[in-house]
């Protein structure tokens, strides 16, 4: 019995070094919520598409984003070290984004996605006015 207990305990403690993210204890639950909030996925695939840009291109790029929620997004995805944040000591001053080499790996997941998203929006949306219709 205690050999079972302990097989289990290794286990658990596996999984959670290397990560569940449907363990409300994970700690890779909050990079995945990072990852697939409503701007860090668009962060990461327009960084992907490019090599490095400022804060105002990124702004242009993702349509709809505001300042603060861009600036906040960015902040996150660098501290989950998915980007880095590259200040120039000029005046004035001049702040560049890229992936990192994490950050790089993670955006082909969600480009291949939003590809997918893509690809498949017709059925998607039908299938999203079935439901409608559908519903009581």
């Not at 596996?14 to 890779?28: F, I, M, N, T, W």
């Amino acid at each position: 019995m205690e050999e079972k207990v302990n097989l289990v305990k290794e286990a658990l403690s596996e999984r959670y070094r290397r990560g569940d993210v449907l363990s409300d204890q994970c700690p890779a639950r909050e990079v995945l919520k990072h990852i697939s909030s409503r701007w860090g996925g668009l962060v990461l695939i327009a960084l992907h598409e490019g090599d490095t840009f400022r804060f105002s291109e990124l702004r242009r790029i993702i349509q709809g984003v505001s300042e603060k929620m861009l600036a906040q997004t960015l902040q996150v995805l660098e501290q989950d070290g998915l980007v880095l944040r590259t200040s120039f000591p000029v005046v004035p001053p001049h702040v560049e984004y890229s992936l990192t080499k994490l950050g790089s790996e993670a955006a082909v997941h969600v480009v291949g996605l939003a590809n997918w998203i893509e690809e498949n929006l017709s059925g998607i949306l039908a299938g999203n006015k079935d439901s409608i219709e559908e519903a009581p």
